[in-house]
T-cell receptor, first 116, second 116 residues
Framework: ETGVTQSPTHLIKTRGQQVTLRCSSQ?????VSWYQQALGQGPQFIFQ???????GRGNFPPRFSGLQFPNYSSELNVNALELDDSALYLC???????????????FGEGSRLTVL | AQSVTQPDIHITVSEGASLELRCNYS??????LFWYVQSPGQGLQLLLK??????LVQGIKGFEAEFKRSQSSFNLRKPSVHWSDAAEYFC??????????????FGTGTQLKVEL
């Protein structure tokens, strides 16, 4: 069983640039969530994709956008980068279960973004 | 709005000693509660979860947690800590339901240091 994989693991951008982060969900999982974890903080929910549509969004501006592909992999795009976007970006996948939640998010190891 | 408070930012215990990490939550409905662990440079790993039923839940690596509705708490415990338990621990609350809604609200984490 393949776990959640994210790429790239580290990247450095300058303010105003755009970045794309990628996530491959665990085999059999159809839901992908993205979280931002600033240094010394807990992860914060950005949004979730279910069956290729955004299905829930946290308190993040529209310059944070995403995609989910038919194979359930996902991208997170951030435009007009700001210094405060520097963080660890975590992707989590899960499956839905008829009659109840699956109850577990499987997290990747994250992509660490530094904005200079 | 839902929220999670982890009052202890850092905790240091001796190897072999018992451990209790505190978590208090605020949520307007029946909460789903989780504890995750994050080692340096790693993603999050689920230790245990509570959905309903028995208020004492067992997890991996010898951890357990007790849900106390009257105190809005979900404290994590381990009878005997091992040096490999040194990591950051996050409590989270959220509704998980089929088809979406995997938004978890995390606390700010407790950094555990184990002295040999």
């Amino acid at each position: 069983e393949t776990g959640v994989t994210q790429s790239p693991t580290h990247l450095i951008k300058t303010r105003g640039q755009q970045v794309t982060l990628r996530c491959s969900s665990q085999s059999g999982h159809n839901t992908v969530s993205w979280y931002q974890q600033a240094l010394g903080q807990g992860p914060q929910f950005i949004f979730q994709y279910y069956r290729e549509e955004e299905n829930g969004r946290g308190n993040f501006p529209p310059r944070f956008s995403g995609l989910q592909f038919p194979n359930y992999s996902s991208e997170l795009n951030v435009n007009a980068l700001e210094l405060d976007d520097s963080a660890l970006y975590l992707c989590a996948s899960s499956s839905d279960v008829a009659g109840g939640p699956s109850g577990e998010l499987f997290f990747g190891e994250g992509s660490r973004l530094t904005v200079l | 709005a839902q929220s999670v408070t982890q009052p202890d930012i850092h905790i240091t215990v001796s190897e072999g000693a018992s451990l209790e990490l505190r978590c208090n939550y605020s949520y307007g409905a029946t909460p789903y509660l989780f504890w995750y662990v994050q080692s340096p440079g790693q993603g999050l790993q689920l230790l245990l979860k509570y959905f309903s039923g028995d208020t004492l839940v067992q997890g991996i690596k010898g951890f357990e947690a007790e849900f106390k509705r009257s105190q809005s708490s979900f404290n994590l415990r381990k009878p005997s800590v091992h040096w490999s338990d040194a990591a950051e621990y996050f409590c989270a609350v959220g509704p998980l339901r089929p088809g979406g809604g995997n938004k978890l609200t995390f606390g700010t984490g407790t950094q555990l240091k184990v002295e040999l």
